[in-house]
C-alpha cells in the first residue's frame, strides 16, 4: 500500500507543472520475452540505466546533401562530409540539451554524478534509482530474471510517457521495454 502512495505522490509530482505528456514508443511491444520471468518489484532505491535519445538537428537537409553527393551531374557529386561534418550539422540543439538535463534534474537526479552524455550530446546515460525513473516516465518498474542464465534486468511492462515540453527533443529512452540479449546454448 505503501508503494502506491509513494507512485501516486511520484505521480502528481511529475504530472505538476508540465502540462500534457505524450506516451512514447507507442509501437514498440511491452509483452516480456521468452525465458524471462517476473521476479518482483523493484523497489524505490534499486537501480536502472536509462539512455535518453536526444533529437537530432537537419536531417532533411542531411537527406539534401546525401542526394546531391550522390547524383551525377550536380556540383556536389562524390564530394562527401567527413563524419565531423555529418556530426556538426545534425548535432542536437543547446536548447535541447538544456531540456532533457533540466527535465532529469527535475527529478532529483544528478545529471553531473548519475549520467554521462556522450562527445556528440546525442544520448544521456544515466543510473538511477527506480523512484525517479518512475517519476520520469510515469511507469512501474519490476525486477525480471532469465529462466536459463539466471541474469537479472529492471524492466517496465508499460507504455512510458514524457511532458509534452520534453518530447520535441526527445527520440525515445532507452531501458525501459527491451531486454537484454541472451546468448544461445553451446
Not at 541474469?151 to 510517457?161: A, G, L, Q
Request: with cysteine; aromatic share 10%; glycine share 4%.
Amino acid at each position: 500500500m505503501l508503494r502506491f502512495f509513494v507512485l501516486l505522490a511520484a505521480f502528481v509530482a511529475c504530472h505538476a507543472g508540465t502540462g500534457l505528456r505524450v506516451v512514447m514508443e507507442r509501437e514498440q511491444s511491452t509483452e516480456v520475452p521468452a525465458g524471462w520471468m517476473l521476479v518482483e518489484q523493484a523497489q524505490a532505491n534499486e537501480e536502472v540505466s536509462l539512455v535518453f535519445a536526444v533529437k537530432h538537428r537537419n536531417t532533411e537537409r542531411l537527406e539534401e546533401l546525401f542526394w546531391e553527393v550522390s547524383t551525377p551531374g550536380t556540383h556536389s557529386y562524390r564530394k562527401f562530409l567527413s563524419h565531423n561534418e555529418i556530426n556538426t550539422l545534425v548535432a542536437p540543439g543547446q536548447e535541447s540539451i538544456n531540456a532533457i538535463t533540466s527535465w532529469v534534474s527535475g527529478a532529483g537526479v544528478s545529471v553531473a554524478e548519475q549520467c554521462r552524455w556522450t562527445k556528440a550530446k546525442e544520448f544521456l546515460r544515466c543510473d538511477i534509482p527506480c523512484h525517479a525513473a518512475e517519476m520520469l516516465l510515469a511507469v512501474s518498474f519490476q525486477v525480471f530474471r532469465h529462466e536459463r542464465t539466471k541474469s537479472m534486468t529492471v524492466r517496465s511492462t508499460e507504455h512510458y510517457s514524457v511532458p509534452l515540453t520534453v518530447k520535441e527533443h526527445l527520440d525515445f529512452v532507452g531501458g525501459v521495454h527491451r531486454f537484454p540479449p541472451v546468448a544461445k546454448e553451446a
